[in-house]
């Protein structure tokens, strides 16, 4: 079973605009950690945003920001005044704990266009 | 400058022959990990180690092997045995024991592709 699912393939969004992409997650571990990279066309994995299980308020990191929602199982990334830069893959990311080892899984991720 | 450094950044490989990946690191990591990335799959876990002289088989272990001797290397083996190895290779390291909110660390990648 997909333990991170990221439904929209692609998304394109005008620059200046607020964007948020989709995260769902599957998990019976009540403590995990959900992270969120962006992936641009050279192929480094930049870290963006983490979120832990426990944590009471959503995590803010600049113009990212995720929305935790832990009975629905989602952790949306919210991207505020879209940059052209900010077009890349994105990921979200799940660690959990295997029977003593953290096991570090991620979506399929999806496209993000910023348009002029 | 502390990192995690993958090579070579290209590597072409006969069908049939077996091929290793490095991948080291000198930020102090207790837990590496390899990840193979295809177009629309994202990146899918290889294996992934917690320790020195352990590791774990990830979601597609098959046809792959790797060893954990030293905590700064976690090598990566493409054997003759994995059916379509061209494909982009991501390895991460990060801290661990517990510590759920430190992020992965990536290398650049290697890129393999079977000629």
């Known amino acids: 079973a997909q333990k991170i699912t990221q439904t929209q393939p692609g998304m394109f969004v005008q620059e200046k605009e607020a964007v948020t992409l989709d995260c769902t997650y599957d998990?019976?571990?009540?403590?995990?950690?959900l992270f969120w990279y962006k992936q641009p066309s050279s192929g480094e994995m930049i870290f963006l945003i983490y979120?832990?299980?426990?944590?009471?308020q959503n995590a803010t990191e600049g113009r990212y920001s995720l929305n935790f929602q832990k009975a629905r199982k989602s952790a949306n990334l919210v991207i505020s005044a879209s940059q052209l830069g900010d077009s890349a893959m994105y990921f979200c990311?799940?660690?959990?704990?295997?029977?003593?080892?953290?096991?570090?899984?991620f979506g399929k991720g999806m496209k993000l266009t910023v348009n002029p | 400058d502390g990192g995690i450094t993958q090579s070579p950044k290209y590597l072409f490989r006969k069908e049939g022959q077996n091929v290793t990946l490095s991948c080291e690191q000198n930020?102090?990591?207790?837990?590496m990990y390899w990840y193979r990335q295809d177009p629309g799959q994202g990146l899918r876990l290889i294996y992934y180690?917690?320790?020195?002289?352990?590791?774990q088989k990830g979601d597609i272990a098959e046809g792959y092997s790797v060893s954990r001797e030293k905590k700064e290397s976690f090598p990566l083996t493409v054997t003759s045995a994995q059916k379509n190895p061209t494909a982009f290779y991501l390895c991460?390291?990060?801290?661990?024991?517990?510590?759920?909110?430190?992020?992965?660390?990536f290398g650049q990648g290697t890129r393999l592709t079977v000629v």
């Open positions: 991460a390291s990060s801290e661990t024991g517990r510590r759920m909110n430190t992020e992965a660390f």
């Open positions: 998990t019976s571990d009540p403590s995990y950690g």
């Open positions: 979120q832990g299980s426990y944590d009471q």
């Open positions: 990311a799940m660690r959990e704990d295997q029977g003593g080892s953290e096991k570090l899984v």
């Open positions: 930020l102090n990591h207790d837990a």
């Open positions: 180690s917690q320790i020195v002289n352990d590791f």
